[in-house]
C-alpha cells in the first residue's frame, strides 16, 4: 500500500513539474515574442533561391521515387526498368553537377538572408545604393545538402551498374565521374560549416555578449574616424568594420554624408537596445530554449559582422 502511495505521488509530482517547466517555457516564448518580430523586419526571402531549392527538392524525390520504384519492380518489364534506370541517371547527375557548381561557385546559396539596411544617397546626380547584407546558411540546410549529394551519389553508382551491366568500362567512368564530382561540392559545404572563424566567435562571446551588462550605452559613446571611415568605441577597444559607412571626403556633401552614417549608427544602436533586451531576459533565466538560441544567433551574426576582430 505505502509503495502504491509513492508511486502515486511521484507520479503527481512529475505530472506537477511537467506543467510548471511547459508554463515557464510559454511565458518564456510569449515574453520574446517582440524580439522576435523586431529581428523579422529584417529577414529577406531570397525567392530565386528558394524556387530553385524548391526545384531541387522535387528532382530528388522524383530520382528517389524512380530509384525506390525500380528496385520493387525489378522483375518485371527490362525495356522499362532500363529507361527508368536512365532517366533516373540523368537526373542524379544533374543534381549532383548542380549542386558542386552551386556550393563550389557561390557563396549565398541559402534563401533567406539579413538585411540591415538598404538605402541610397545622391553624388553629383549620381545614385549611390548603400546596403549591409549578412548572408549565412543554416546548419539543417547545409545537411539536407549533404545528403542529397551523397544519396545522388549512391544513387549513380547503382545505377551505372544497372543501366550498363554489359558495358563495365562505362559504368566504371560514371562510378569515376560520380565520385570526383562530390569531392569539391562535399568540401565547399564544408568549408560554408566552418566559414566563422572560432577566435572570432570566442572574442565576441567573451568580450561583448558575456560581459553585455557594461555596455548598455556603447552606441552613445563612440568616436568617427577621418573621414567616417569606421567608428570606435570609447568603451571598447573595438572599431566597425571598415565599408559600413559612406566616405565623406567629398567637402560639398560632407554635411549629408555624416547625416546619412549616422541614420546608419541609429539602425545599429536600435538593434544592439533590443538584443541587450533580450539577453537581460536570457540571463535572468535558469534555461534556454531552442527557439530563444536561435533568436540570440540572428542577433550575433549582426554583431560579428559589423565589429572588427
Given at each position: ?42 529577414k ?13 527538392l ?80 543554416p ?35 560514371i ?13 565547399a ?11 572570432v ?9 558575456q560581459?553585455f551588462i ?14 567616417f571611415?569606421?567608428?570606435s ?10 565599408g ?11 554635411k ?5 552614417n ?31 538560441f ?16
Open positions: 500500500m505505502q509503495n502504491i502511495f509513492l508511486k502515486v505521488y511521484n507520479f503527481n509530482s512529475l505530472k506537477i513539474l511537467k506543467n510548471i517547466l511547459q508554463n515557464k517555457r510559454g511565458k518564456m516564448k510569449k515574453e520574446l515574442q517582440q524580439y522576435k518580430k523586431f529581428i523579422n523586419q529584417y529577406k526571402i531570397n525567392y530565386f533561391n528558394l524556387i530553385l531549392f524548391i526545384c531541387d522535387i528532382i530528388f524525390s522524383l530520382v528517389l521515387s524512380g530509384f525506390i520504384f525500380q528496385i520493387i519492380q525489378a522483375n518485371s518489364s527490362k525495356d522499362s526498368n532500363q529507361m527508368i534506370a536512365y532517366l533516373v541517371l540523368f537526373l542524379s547527375f544533374y543534381i549532383l553537377i548542380k549542386f558542386t557548381i552551386t556550393n563550389f561557385f557561390y557563396n549565398n546559396i541559402y534563401f533567406i538572408k539579413l538585411n540591415i539596411y538598404n538605402k541610397e544617397f545622391e553624388i553629383s546626380k549620381i545614385k549611390i545604393e548603400k546596403k549591409e547584407i549578412i548572408c549565412s546558411t546548419f539543417w540546410f547545409l545537411t539536407i545538402l549533404i545528403f542529397i549529394n551523397i544519396f545522388s551519389t549512391i544513387i549513380i553508382n547503382y545505377q551505372s551498374d544497372t543501366a550498363f551491366e554489359n558495358q563495365p568500362i562505362i559504368s566504371a567512368c562510378s569515376t565521374m560520380a565520385s570526383i564530382l562530390l569531392i569539391p561540392s562535399f568540401s559545404i564544408l568549408n560554408k560549416i566552418t566559414e566563422v572563424k572560432k577566435p566567435v570566442n572574442n565576441y562571446t567573451n568580450l561583448l555578449k560581459q557594461s555596455f548598455k550605452n556603447i552606441f552613445k559613446n563612440y568616436e568617427v574616424a577621418e573621414n571611415e569606421f567608428i568605441f570609447k568603451e571598447l577597444s573595438l572599431q566597425s568594420k571598415k559600413i559607412f559612406l566616405i565623406s571626403k567629398d567637402a560639398n556633401y560632407k549629408e554624408i555624416v547625416k546619412f549616422e541614420e546608419i549608427i541609429k539602425i545599429y544602436s536600435e538593434i544592439w537596445e533590443k538584443y541587450y533586451e533580450l539577453l537581460e531576459i536570457s540571463r535572468s533565466k535558469n534555461f534556454k530554449s531552442k527557439w530563444q536561435n533568436l540570440e544567433r540572428d542577433f550575433d551574426k549582426i554583431f560579428i559582422n559589423f565589429l572588427e576582430w
